[in-house]
């Protein structure tokens, strides 16, 4: 909506997914990797506050509209920006796929609202010359803001998602599950419990307890927690895993 604004936000993207990367240390042990789930959230809000600005401006126009006053030179600045941005979507796009990156997958989404929000503008302005009903400039800028409000709506969702320490979706659970059946199938483990699962950010946070026969020597046991910690790698290679080891029917499964 407002490229300043966009600036910032980017700007803020960038830096707050660069920190997020950074190596777990003292004070942080687990990682950073909140600091882009607390950026996408954000990221939500902001989106959300221009939706909120588009839906009064909207109403208000409907109620009172105004005579077209946009410039020629105006429309094309802004087609030229809509293009660019569309391809930097489609970029942010790609990025967000790859990584997993919840940050970027925000930044993809606010500049999608800014295409919405300029192409409201175009058909807005082509509708006003074609018919001179003036009032479909507030009817476009509700219905954006509408669509803007769903997109900020589903950006907080994901970032509260992960603050609230929401398990990994069910596929990926069940992925891990397989892994530890099959070592279970193979009996290299008597069996397992209590398999957790978070997301932050683009860390994967896997904690498991592993059954194993009480007279197992303990080198023998760690080298099958090891191999259980590389079976769940192998399916999330991106995990962080804490695998501990319960001797037999020591605790209920
Ligand atoms: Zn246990
Ligand atoms: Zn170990």
């Known amino acids: 909506v407002d490229s300043l604004m966009d600036l910032f936000a980017s700007s803020a993207n960038a830096l707050a ?26 990221q939500g809000l902001l989106i959300g506050g221009s939706g909120v600005y588009l839906l009064v401006e909207g109403v208000r126009r409907l109620l009172s509209p105004e005579p077209l006053r946009l410039a020629a030179v105006t429309l094309g600045a802004m087609a030229a920006a809509a293009l660019v941005t569309a391809a930097l979507v ?3 796009g790609r990025v967000a796929a790859r990584t997993g990156s919840s940050a970027i997958q925000a930044d993809a989404v606010h500049y999608r609202t800014d295409i919405a929000a300029n192409l409201a503008v175009f058909a807005g302005v082509a509708v006003t010359y074609a018919t001179g009903f003036t009032r479909i400039d507030g009817v476009l800028s509700i219905a954006v803001a509408v669509y803007i409000l769903a997109s900020a709506g589903s950006l ?9 320490d929401t398990s990994a979706p069910e596929d990926r659970v069940r ?22 699962t978070r997301v932050a950010g683009h860390t994967l946070f896997v904690d498991v307890h592993i059954e194993l026969p009480g ?6 046991a760690h080298a099958r927690s090891d191999r259980a910690r590389d ?13 501990h080891i319960d001797v037999e029917r020591d605790e209920p499964a």
Not at 20 to 31: E, I, M, Y
Not at 156 to 164: A, E, K, N, S, T
Not at 231 to 243: C, H, K, M, R, S
């Open 17 to 42: 997914i660069q920190l997020a990367h950074a190596a777990p240390d003292r004070s942080h042990p687990f990682g950073h990797a909140k600091i882009e789930t607390l950026a996408t959230a954000g």
């Open 90 to 92: 489609a970029y942010l």
């Open 156 to 164: 907080l969702r994901l970032g509260v998602r992960d603050l609230i």
């Open 175 to 196: 992925a891990i599950e397989a892994a530890l059946d099959a070592m279970r199938a193979a009996g290299e483990i008597l069996g397992y419990h209590a398999l957790r």
């Open 215 to 220: 007279d197992l020597r303990l080198a023998r």
């Open 231 to 243: 079976a769940i790698l192998a399916v999330e290679p991106d995990a962080e895993v804490l695998v």
